[in-house]
T-cell receptor, first 111, second 115 residues
Framework: SQQGEEDPQALSIQEGENATMNCSYK?????LQWYRQNSGRGLVHLILIRSNEREKHSGRLRVTLDTSKKSSSLLITASRAADTASYFC???????????FGSGTKLNVKP | EAGVTQFPSHSVIEKGQTVTLRCDPISGHDNLYWYRRVMGKEIKFLLHFVKESKQDESGMPNNRFLAERTGGTYSTLKVQPAELEDSGVYFCASSQVAGGNYGYTFGSGTRLTVV
């Protein structure tokens, strides 16, 4: 069964708008991370939020975590064409040294 | 510092052939991971090395896949014989500390196409 699942699968917005992506997971986690993958490139670590944190900011990124609902959201403010990429959430479980990724949200920011 | 390097970046092979993917982790990173994304689906864990030892290979799909990390430096992932369903992007990651308390550094991936 899939631990992490992003929603929506695809999102298309205009440059300057905000983009919100959601991630749901099934079991209790240690931490949750968001990664970005530009076409043909590797996964880039964006932000990590620990299970005892509720919100975290990094530049134009804002991540929230609701452990009661087993969900997280990634908000990109004032989007740019360069933000066009696939975004993945990754969860890790206690005592397991591996991540569970979802299928990703494909974001297209139109100039 | 140099990042995680993977090669080849692309590989197209025929069904039944053998392909070997290579990953060079960041120097000094004892932990090395292989993941893959098949057909636009989720990215799945394959295995985890600590130095030259396989810590967890629970994600390896079947015995056609063989991963090695001789000497605890670079790692290879061999697929023999390759099947159509092996097509996908294979990612390698390394970290100094195991576990999810820190982000991993991923390579650019190897896109494998089996025809």
């Amino acid at each position: 069964s899939q631990q992490g699942e992003e929603d929506p699968q695809a999102l298309s917005i205009q440059e300057g708008e905000n983009a919100t992506m959601n991630c749901s997971y099934k079991t209790s986690i240690n931490n949750l991370q968001w990664y970005r993958q530009n076409s043909g490139r590797g996964l880039v670590h964006l932000i990590l939020i620990r299970s005892n944190e509720r919100e975290k900011h990094s530049g134009r990124l804002r991540v929230t975590l609701d452990t009661s609902k087993k969900s997280s959201s990634l908000l990109i403010t004032a989007s740019r064409a360069a933000d066009t990429a696939s975004y993945f959430c990754a969860t890790d479980l206690y005592n397991f040294n591996k991540f569970y990724f979802g299928s990703g949200t494909k974001l297209n920011v139109k100039p | 510092e140099a990042g995680v390097t993977q090669f080849p970046s692309h590989s197209v092979i025929e069904k039944g052939q053998t392909v070997t993917l290579r990953c060079d982790p960041i120097s000094g990173h004892d932990n090395l991971y292989w993941y893959r994304r098949v057909m636009g689906k989720e990215i799945k864990f394959l295995l985890h090395f600590v130095k030259e030892s396989k810590q967890d290979e629970s994600g390896m799909p079947n015995n056609r896949f063989l991963a090695e990390r001789t000497g605890g430096t670079y790692s290879t992932l061999k697929v023999q014989p390759a099947e159509l369903e092996d097509s996908g992007v294979y990612f390698c990651a390394s970290s100094q500390v195991a576990g999810g308390n820190y982000g991993y550094t991923f390579g650019s991936g190897t896109r494998l196409t089996v025809v």
